[in-house]
């Protein structure tokens, strides 16, 4: 089903991208393996979206997880998009998983959540991974997928002051130049200090639709405004232009409030979120453990509700990142 690329997409990578691909590749001593259907959209210049999997194997439960995984998928086809969820199997990263890899991932007990460090401990012991924000962002850069869908990114965590916790979502999302679509960062976290550690890392991030407030994913506001906002998919594919075209290197976030009708009530999700650190900090939770457990927390302590949130909302950052890759791509070709 998979074959090595290195030609293939090499060749197919657009003129004005080339050197940076051969530099990126070149870097890259492992192997990576494309699916099919990437592949040709890929060489025939469709657009493409990439998806994380550690929302499949870490931050919901089975069935949900496979179910969504594989709505979004459809979502992103219905847009006019190939979908290219990104994780490991077996050790091999892969670039466009199958359903049945999907599936595979959806039950697996043991697959590992896999940011920039964990590549090389996935790899050499043949594990199944699920790569986080971080992970995929690495990936889709090496393969040059410019767009990037998903549900929430990780952050700075309340009281990293004490505890060093910044999620690396946020470091790889100023070392790739890619377009992270997402409905921010959960009030689990510290959403002025993450917005804060953005700017640091040179991160280009814009509010989309008629909001200009940072969304706080559960939420639609965080009481924080966006540096910008851009009120379609077409403006959206015109800042992403403008900021890739000028080489930086870092990314760029666009965040996406819910749907009004999914959001979850202010103090509700508050109150649930508090319980849910608090259970952490009894138990002695620490490291890349955390948000698995406030995120799997918070649905038992909401009865499910803050899943139908997680799962709507992702559907439509897919939806969104979709129509911002078929943009997109008429600006380029
Ligand atoms: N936030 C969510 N759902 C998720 C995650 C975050 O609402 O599934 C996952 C993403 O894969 C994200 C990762 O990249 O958790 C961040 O983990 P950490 O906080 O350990 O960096
Ligand atoms: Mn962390």
New binding site residues.
């Given amino acids: 089903m998979y074959r090595k690329t290195q030609c293939a997409i090499f060749n197919s990578i657009k003129k004005t991208s080339k050197q940076q691909f051969l530099r990126n590749y070149s870097n890259y001593s492992g192997e990576i393996n494309v699916g099919e259907e990437v592949m040709l959209a890929i060489n025939s210049r469709k657009p493409v979206v990439a998806l994380?999997s550690?929302?499949i194997t870490?931050?919901?439960p089975f069935p949900d997880n496979a179910k969504c995984a594989l709505e979004v998928e459809r979502i992103v086809r219905a847009q006019g998009a190939v979908p290219a969820t990104i994780g490991i199997l077996g050790g091999k990263v892969k670039v466009g998983l199958s359903e049945k890899e999907i599936e595979r991932l959806a039950e697996s007990k043991n697959a590992v959540?896999v940011?920039r460090r964990d590549f090389g401990h996935a790899i050499s012991n043949k594990k199944d991974g699920?790569t986080?924000?971080?992970g995929t962002l690495i990936v889709a850069e090496k393969v040059n997928i410019p767009i990037f869908a998903?549900?929430?990114?990780?952050?700075v965590h309340r009281e990293a002051e004490a505890t060093f916790d910044i999620?690396?979502?946020l470091v790889e999302l100023g070392r790739n130049p890619t377009a992270v679509i997402s409905s921010g960062v959960?009030s689990i976290l510290d959403i002025p200090k993450t917005l804060e550690y953005l700017e640091t890392q040179g991160v280009l991030v814009t509010s989309f639709g008629n909001s200009t407030q940072f969304p706080a994913?559960y939420s639609r506001l965080s009481g924080c405004s966006s540096p910008y906002s851009v009120k379609d998919a077409v403006e959206a594919a015109n800042l992403l232009k403008s900021h890739l075209d000028m080489n930086l290197g870092s990314g760029l976030l666009i965040a996406v409030p819910i749907p009004e009708e999914y959001a979850i009530n202010e103090e509700e999700i508050e109150t649930a979120i508090k319980a849910a650190l608090n259970d952490a900090s009894e138990k002695g939770i620490k490291?890349?453990l955390?948000?698995?457990f406030l995120?799997e927390r918070i649905a038992v302590i909401t009865r499910g509700r803050s899943l139908i949130a997680?799962v709507a909302l992702i559907k439509n950052n897919a939806r969104v990142a979709a129509d911002i890759a078929v943009q997109y791509n008429k600006l380029i070709y």
């Fill in positions: 994380e550690t929302i870490h931050g919901m959540k940011s699920g986080t924000v971080a998903t549900g929430g990114i990780g952050g999620s690396a979502d959960k994913f490291g890349k955390i948000t698995p995120l997680n």
